[in-house]
């Protein structure tokens, strides 16, 4: 089955800094990629997704971008903001069977 | 994306007791799922819940520990029985775009967090 990993489990940057998040997978077959964050108390949101066939995506101050032969994803958060603070989870999947990495915990200090 | 309702939001419950957990999606959908989310830890799967069908559940999870109801597409139950400390957890409903086709995406509820003593 699939194995996603996740690196780092805890980020610290400051606000205006930029932030990256990287994950690796190990299924081949897996062609969607979400990023979800998680607030305290609350479930996770999705906030951006990159399919199989796309290398980069951008939405204003978060970007992912996909390597598949080197089966790794980054989420790339510029700008950052105190709002930002959260724990991201990436995830892979194919057909709805989605498996998640273990979470990063970014904190962004004003 | 979807409204996903669940109840309860928390509870705090005594070992050995049962309870069960209601998700409401605003629409249709053709698959619902449970995830299971420890402390501090990642999501992990604990079954899809099937309209019409028993539910299928992933490895390490058993029905009668988890049974699941899917009663219509808008609700599905799950119950966490003979509960153990062990079990607290953030239990979370996800479902797929109501349009239905198979996009991948996942939308989550808030979450029932539970807590064993």
């Known amino acids: 089955g699939e194995n996603v990993e996740q690196h780092p489990s805890t980020l610290s940057v400051q606000e205006g800094d930029s932030a990256v998040i990287k994950c690796t997978y190990s299924?081949?077959?897996?062609?969607?990629f979400p990023w979800y964050k998680q607030e305290l108390g609350k479930g996770p949101q999705l906030i951006i997704d990159i399919r199989s066939n796309v290398g980069e995506k951008k939405d204003q101050r978060i970007a992912v971008t996909l390597n598949k032969t080197a089966k790794h994803f980054s989420l790339h958060i510029t700008e950052t903001q105190p709002e930002d603070s959260a724990v991201y989870f990436c995830a892979a999947s194919e057909h709805n069977d989605m498996r998640f990495g273990a979470g990063t915990r970014l904190t962004v200090k004003p | 994306s979807a409204v996903i309702s669940q109840k309860p939001s928390r509870d705090i419950c005594q070992r050995g007791t049962s309870l069960t957990i209601q998700c409401q999606v605003d629409s249709q959908v053709t698959m619902m799922f449970w995830y299971r989310q420890q402390p501090g830890q990642s999501l992990t799967l604990i079954a899809t819940?099937?309209?019409?069908?028993?539910?299928?559940?992933e490895s390490g999870f058993v029905i009668d520990k988890f049974p699941i109801s899917r009663p219509n597409l808008t609700f599905s139950t799950l119950t966490v029985s003979n509960m153990s400390p062990e079990d607290s957890s953030i239990y979370l409903c996800?479902?797929?775009?109501?349009?239905?086709?198979?996009?991948?995406?996942?939308?989550f509820g808030e979450g029932s967090r539970l807590t064993v003593l």
């Open positions: 299924d081949s077959a897996s062609n969607y």
């Open positions: 819940a099937n309209q019409g069908s028993e539910a299928t559940y």
């Open positions: 996800s479902v797929p775009p109501p349009a239905g086709g198979n996009t991948g995406e996942l939308f």
